[in-house]
């Protein structure tokens, strides 16, 4: 129900946009939260930006470089990365949840998940 793409190779500085299409449920208008995560070789899983109808919120580690957005005509969230950097290579995850909760920086509280997509910063 969720396909990412976008992910590629970027030389640090550089910028990516990634897309998470939306099938199988409501997008809009929808009350629950959608959000990024992203997993580090070696790391778990962590936050990066979701939105919800109160706002946009991001991890501190890409905030200002880093937009999250969605249109709900085209069933589609965004991630817009700038100033790309090294640690921010990974496997980026679009995520949803199923009943809302207010914790968006939880995966545990996510329903629905994509396959992910590599994003790779060289320095």
């Known amino acids: 129900q969720l396909v990412e793409s976008g992910g590629g190779l970027v030389q640090a500085g550089g910028s990516l946009r990634l897309s998470c299409g939306v099938s199988?449920?409501?997008?809009?208008?929808?009350?629950?939260?959608m959000a990024w995560f992203r997993q580090a070789p070696g790391n778990e899983r962590e936050f990066a930006a979701a939105?919800?109808?109160?706002?946009?919120f991001y991890a501190d580690s890409v905030k200002g470089r880093f937009t999250i957005s969605r249109d709900n005509a085209k069933n589609t969230l965004y991630l817009h990365m700038n100033s790309l950097k090294p640690e921010d290579t990974g496997v980026y995850y679009c995520?949803?949840?199923?009943?809302?909760?207010?914790?968006?920086?939880?995966?545990?509280?996510?329903?629905?998940w994509g396959q992910g997509t590599q994003v790779t910063v060289s320095s």
């Open positions: 995520a949803a949840q199923a009943t809302y909760s207010s914790a968006y920086w939880d995966g545990s509280r996510y329903a629905y």
């Open positions: 199988g449920r409501t997008f809009s208008p929808s009350p629950y939260p």
């Open positions: 939105i919800t109808l109160s706002g946009r």
